[in-house]
């Protein structure tokens, strides 16, 4: 089954710098990657996606990359905010038919410094 | 808020009880996927109905079932519960169909914990 690889686990920045945070896959029939935003207690929240027919995507202050040869992808929040602080979590998901499970990453947790 | 639902929010229960959860879709949606998020395991797939149907399992135990009713909201039963069950239980929708279909949607979990 699909395996997906996160890092780093944790990661602290201060107010105004960027961060970036990066997944690999193992499945290349994968072709669907989402990254959610967890705070504490509360949901994931879907931030952005990226198809596999795209190699980049820009929402904003965040984007995502996308390598298939090389099977990673990456977020890239510019310009961060003390709101930006969470756990940030990659999943990939394959092209079962109507099947699209996701597969996580183990999380980032991001702090922004003030 | 994602248009998810789910009860109860909170769960306290015993050892060898049984439990279920409900979950709601967001309107239009036609796929259901239930996860269980812990702090060793992370956010793990559980099972996942379309329009009724099962359609993939993850790594569910036996002990635990789940069904999609016609109205399309679906229940997670666990049972014979045990301490290593404690987790959160989040309930997540898409339309389920390719292309723009695919995003999922989680709705606020549930947590169980058991004594």
């Known amino acids: 089954g699909e395996n997906v690889e996160q890092h780093p686990s944790t990661l602290s920045v201060q107010e105004g710098d960027s961060a970036v945070i990066k997944c690999t896959y193992s499945d290349s029939a994968s072709n669907y990657f989402p990254w959610y935003k967890q705070e504490l207690g509360k949901r994931p929240q879907l931030i952005i996606d990226i198809r596999s027919n795209v190699g980049e995507k820009k929402d904003q202050r965040i984007a995502v990359t996308l390598n298939k040869t090389a099977k990673h992808f990456s977020l890239h929040i510019t310009e961060t905010q003390p709101e930006d602080s969470a756990v940030y979590f990659c999943?990939?998901?394959?092209?079962?038919?109507?099947?699209?499970?996701?597969?996580f990453g183990k999380g980032t947790l991001l702090t922004v410094n003030p | 808020d994602s248009g998810v639902t789910q009860t109860p929010k909170h769960l306290i229960t015993a050892t060898g009880q049984r439990v279920t959860l409900r979950c709601s879709p967001r309107s239009g949606d036609l796929s259901v996927y239930w996860y269980q998020q812990s702090l060793d395991q992370g956010l793990q797939f559980l099972i996942q109905?379309?329009?009724?149907?099962?359609?993939a399992k993850g790594n569910i135990l036996e002990r635990f079932s789940a069904q999609q009713f016609p109205d399309l909201h679906s229940e997670l039963n666990l049972s014979s519960l045990e301490l290593g069950d404690s987790a959160l239980y989040f309930c997540?929708?898409?339309?389920?169909?390719?292309?723009?279909?695919?995003?999922?949607?989680f709705g606020p979990g549930t947590r169980l914990t058991v004594t």
């Open positions: 999943a990939a998901s394959g092209s079962g038919g109507s099947n699209y499970k996701l597969t």
């Open positions: 997540a929708s898409s339309v389920g169909s390719a292309g723009s279909g695919r995003e999922q949607y």
């Open positions: 109905y379309y329009n009724g149907e099962e359609r």
